[in-house]
């Protein structure tokens, strides 16, 4: 039996003391752990594919939601048209006793030479018809002896004021203001004292 001490030990069998149990070196002569996670021979393919399917579904997420996003809008005018629609409706309808009173008015009014009986018809036709746009929300500004209000107001001329109290002041009011809630839908045209 041959002595196991003389035998001749090749340098590429002989565990390298620097290498521990578990490693190999790699041909940068890095030793890598033999448990990590090396690159298999068809491991690039798999990322790749991976990321080509979460690319599709990514891309099928993105065209649902402007699909829906252009839905939405579609429908938001839409509706918004109808509401014009059925607000203005709302308003005619409101208006229309106004107009049969206008109409009753004429008729009662178009034989007689009575300037009361025509006069008492317009109150009555006014009165209602400033009863169904207050319901309405319209509400008349109060001008008359107020500080001017570049916000409110409008200012045509400028005349002497009457007294000293009314100088800077609306002295006269040629064309009312209104309000539709809070909002100024027509400024008044006012006449300020100097």
Known sequence: MADETNVPQDDNLTADPAHTAGEMADTNGEATPAGADAPAAGAPHLEASRTDSELAELKDKYLR?????????????KERMELFKTANQELMTALLPVLDDFDRARQHTE?????????????ITHAKLTKTLQQKGLVAMETRGGDFDAELHEAITQIPAPSADLQGKVVDEVEKGYYLGDKVIRHAKVVLGA
């Not at 939601?65 to 005018?77: D, H, I, S, W």
């Not at 034989?111 to 109150?123: F, I, N």
Request: charged share 35%; no cysteine; hydrophobic share 35%.
């Open 111 to 123: 034989g007689t030479d009575d300037a009361t009986a025509l006069r008492h018809a317009l109150d």
């Open 65 to 77: 939601l402007a699909a829906e996003f252009e839905n939405y809008k579609r429908r938001t005018t």
